[in-house]
């Protein structure tokens, strides 16, 4: 028997579920990594840009406190574009006077009149701030608006480049990604070679636990098996340590070593019950023989002593001959099945067309068929019908079987008398079954119906010889031969026969 395991589960490799889980765990540390940076550091850089607006404001309404007062806005400009030019980040200064609606400023190309208002200061006496888009470039610009003498005098407005200072971030977020591209190489590498030092010897265990072969004279060589000896054989004093799976091997092979015995000890025991079987055989077979052998005998004796007694009563003695003739033909019969029992050596095996076989038995119980008004059916396909085995025997199968069917309708009180012969094929086997509509076995007898002299039937109409024959012939032919029974329904013999080369399966 072919015991086929199949999972029904998907494979993935150790391999991949080892880069998987690194890969996910590699990527959220550095997505949760570069929000932190980026949330942590911008909010330090733009607190860092405010305060240094707030300061750079100051001190520049500081130094120009004078040129305000006394109203020399061209010496304003100049301080307000030279304090520009020392500072890179810084993308433009304007002063808003409102009272006299003056605008002085460091733009080259004209002031932008939307920058008016996008951050006023109104009547606060603090700087505010406020981050905009730039219209032109897109760059993110931070407005720090100071009022000048408590908003009085006006306000002054210095613009600093956000992106400047964001750069520093990107560029630390960037250094984050390399790493975390470097730790994903390294990981999946790792991954590669611990899958490869966990599952080489997995595999080997797999493959020796596929090649293990259970017929008897191959059991007992089943190797020990040997993992990472290739891996280590060199640096084996160095590495050579034990872990989880060398202890699996271990067992393994302990486990090897069990099964081994325990199946010596079932082989052992197979064979003692085969013994005791076949002795038991023997046993029910002589007293099967010595009953079915006496009664004729016996007939015999009785009828020889009537000649002796009176050999000259013609009319009585003719009648006793025949009793005789009866009783040895019915020895024979035994005799016969005897034989065909224990016979091999007429097995002529060729393949041939079932339905042939099947008419000739037809032509041999059709007085039967009729007497008992039965009908006979054949269920075949043209691509079934060559079957592989000796047809001589296969014939006497046939015939037992259906003698027994018909034996089972007259018994049996169904309206329907009918015996289905069916044969079907697969690429391995033939099937021929024998269906009736008789009395069916009893539940009880079903384990006894193929031993030698079993029967249900009165002494003069059964040996119950005829299955334990039929037996014989399928199971030296390497098929099977079982039943299906219903009492009172029916009964169905299913004959299982190997096709040409397929002998040993
Ligand atoms: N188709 C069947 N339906 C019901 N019972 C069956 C059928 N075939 C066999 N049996 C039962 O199995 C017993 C054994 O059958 P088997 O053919 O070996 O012997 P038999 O028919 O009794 O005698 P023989 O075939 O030797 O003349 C039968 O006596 C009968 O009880
Ligand atoms: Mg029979």
Redesign the pocket.
């Known amino acids: 028997m072919n015991l086929i395991i199949k999972s029904k589960k998907i494979f993935i490799p150790l391999f991949f579920k080892f880069t998987i889980a690194i890969v996910a765990i590699v990527l959220t540390f550095g997505t949760i990594n570069s929000y932190l940076i980026y949330s942590k550091v911008y909010d330090f850089i733009k607190l860092e840009s405010e305060k240094r607006g707030v300061l750079a404001a100051k001190a520049l309404i500081e130094s120009l406190s004078e040129e305000l007062l006394t109203e020399n806005y061209i010496d304003v400009q100049k301080s307000i574009r030279n304090f520009k030019k020392n500072d890179s980040s810084i993308e433009y200064i304007f002063i808003y006077i409102p009272r006299e609606d003056i605008i002085i400023h460091t733009f080259t190309d004209g002031f932008p009149k939307n920058l008016i208002g996008i951050n006023s200061v109104n009547s606060s006496t603090d700087s505010k701030f406020k981050i905009f888009e730039s219209l032109e470039d897109g760059k993110k610009i931070l407005d720090v608006g100071t009022p000048i003498e408590n908003g009085v005098f006006g306000e002054l407005h210095i613009g600093i480049n956000e992106n400047f200072a964001m750069e520093n971030v990107d560029e630390t977020i960037n250094v984050l990604w390399i790493m975390v591209t470097i730790f994903l190489a390294v990981g999946i590498l790792g991954a590669f070679l611990f899958s490869i030092f966990i599952t080489k010897p997995i595999i080997k265990i797999q493959e020796s636990a596929d090649a293990i072969d259970l017929s008897p004279d191959k059991f007992y060589t089943v190797p020990e098996i040997k993992i990472r000896e290739k891996i280590f054989g060199k640096f084996k004093p160095l590495f050579r340590t034990e872990d989880e799976i060398d202890i699996l091997c271990s067992k393994f092979n302990f486990m090897l070593y069990r099964l081994m015995n325990a199946y010596a000890t079932i082989k052992a025991a197979q064979d003692k019950l085969l013994e005791s079987e076949k002795l038991a055989t023997i046993g029910t077979m002589a007293s099967g023989i010595a009953h079915e052998v006496n009664n004729p005998i016996s007939g015999i004796k009785y009828a020889v002593k009537r000649l002796l007694k009176n050999p000259n009563n013609i009319e009585q003695n003719k009648e006793y001959l025949e009793m005789m003739l009866e009783a040895t033909e019915k020895i024979e019969s035994v005799v016969k099945?005897l034989l065909n029992f224990s016979r091999k050596e007429n097995f002529e095996m060729c393949e041939f067309d079932i339905k042939e076989i099947i008419k000739k038995v037809e032509i041999l119980l059709a007085h039967k068929l009729d007497k008992g008004d039965i009908e006979l059916f054949l269920n075949i396909n043209e691509k079934d019908k060559i079957i592989y085995g000796s047809p001589s025997h296969l014939q006497q199968v046939l015939l037992?079987?259906i003698?027994?069917?018909i034996?089972?309708i007259r018994?049996g009180n169904n309206e329907i008398k009918k015996i289905v012969i069916s044969v079907t094929s697969d690429e391995n086997n033939s099937r021929i079954t024998?269906e009736?509509t008789?009395?069916?076995?009893a539940e009880k007898?079903i384990k006894?119906?193929?031993d030698?002299f079993?029967?249900?039937?009165d002494v003069d109409?059964?040996?119950?010889?005829?299955?334990?024959?039929?037996w014989q012939i399928i199971n030296s032919h390497n098929g099977s031969l079982v039943?299906e029974?219903v009492e009172g329904v029916?009964?169905k013999?299913i004959i299982d026969l190997p096709k040409k080369g397929n002998q040993d399966a």
Request: glycine fraction near 16%.
């Open positions: 099945n037992n079987l003698l027994n069917a034996d089972a018994t024998v009736d008789g009395c069916g076995i007898n006894n119906i193929f030698p079993f029967t249900t039937k109409e059964g040996t119950g010889l005829g299955l334990s024959v039929a039943v029974s029916g009964s013999f």
